[in-house]
């Protein structure tokens, strides 16, 4: 238990002012998120990041850190989103896993090919996957043939060298989930979401090199990201962060937030 007199005075004015630092995240799903919007406008073949989780949880609530992408056919009709991230999940095998999964414009989920990780839980999205806290990821959406008569779009995992570029294995593919129409990329971020108490101890990942390509074929990058926050009335922590390290930008649990919601941070990093 932390004593009173060594409470942060950062944490204590919070407290003061009515803000959420303590306790489970009320929710609609038990969890505290926030994101990095990029800035970037077009249409899609890819989209990647390199994710690095620095300092790792140490509690055995779920958190998820991952790529988003927004899926749109030509015409402008919304055809849904999905996710491909690493997941601090205790009934995975070291608490570790990856999740490549999504919705569609429906709300009904994504159907895909099978995985070949196996899974502890028996999820089709969530897959055993031994990742390290300290080695960086990257993540890689794109398009990969069709299904049927839709377009699939492959989820991968490339472990890097230290030097954050060069692959340290093969990339590891997730599975490929299926999109209705004739769907491309219109929209990405990168989040966390974290399931524990807004005062369990101070975990640390880092997003770096966002990168996308054109339906042309030409690769691009966003020139900036914009940070915005789980609202209060909606559940959210009022001690969750994302600055700028001078590599990329570093999000983080249970500190004092000094990137305000709707900031806007430069790329590259």
Known sequence: MVHAG??????????????RVAGAPPSANGASSFHLRWEIAGRF?????????????????????????????RSG????????????????????????????????????TDSTLPSATGNRNTRDLAWSPGTAYRLRIERSGRVGDDPAWSGSVTPLAADRRTPSGPPIEVRRLVVPGGSEVTGCAVWSEVFARCDDPSVAVRWSHPAVVGVDGRPAAPTAVTVSYQRHEDGGCANTDSSPDGVGVVQRTSVIRSSAPGTRLDVPF
């Not at 060594?6 to 803000?19: I, Y």
């Not at 996710?83 to 709300?107: C, E, I, K, M, R």
């Open 6 to 19: 060594a409470v942060p005075r950062w944490f204590q004015r919070l407290l003061r002012l009515g803000e």
């Open 45 to 73: 073949r890819s989209a990647e990041v390199t994710l690095e989780v620095l300092e790792p949880p140490g509690v055995e609530a779920l958190y998820f850190w991952a790529l988003q992408a927004d899926f749109a056919e």
């Open 77 to 112: 009709r919304h055809r849904g989103g999905a996710h491909l991230g690493l997941q601090w999940f205790a009934p995975h095998p070291g608490s570790t896993a990856v999740n490549w999964g999504g919705y569609d414009d429906g709300g009904r989920e994504l159907a895909g």
